[in-house]
């Protein structure tokens, strides 16, 4: 049984930091990309970041330069580390794993494309 179970999250005020962390366990996370999608109130599952199996990141426009991906333990473990949180960064943050082929991510704009999801965590940021 495939679980990704998050961690981390909580109510920061604007300017601030958090470190999520994902727990993954029933699948090899070694052969496979890890990423953080979140979706706020009223809006779509949005991509955030990836890392593929030898540790190459990707990010979305929209947190680029502000939150840093990374994985540890063989890549049973996950983290979003973020950083310079506005207002807009307010949603619930889910943990995805899944494969594109070829060794390459699922698309971070298409979130059907990723096979397995946590159950999220939620991060508030206040001004």
């Known amino acids: 049984q495939v679980q990704l179970v998050e961690s981390g999250g909580g109510s920061v005020q604007s300017g601030g930091s958090l470190r999520l962390s994902c727990v993954v366990s029933g699948i090899t996370s070694s052969s496979v990309c890890m990423g953080w999608f979140r979706q706020g109130p009223g809006n779509a599952r949005e991509g955030g970041a990836a890392?593929?199996?030898?540790?190459?990141?990707s990010y979305a426009d929209s947190v680029k330069g502000r939150f840093t991906i990374s994985q540890a333990n063989a890549g049973n473990t996950a983290f979003l580390q973020m950083s310079g949180l506005t207002r807009d960064d307010t949603a619930r943050y889910y943990c995805t794993g899944g494969s594109g082929g070829g060794g390459y991510c699922p698309s971070l704009e298409k979130p059907i494309d990723w096979a397995y999801w946590g159950q999220g965590t939620q991060v508030t940021v206040s001004s």
């Open positions: 890392i593929d199996s030898d540790g190459s990141p």
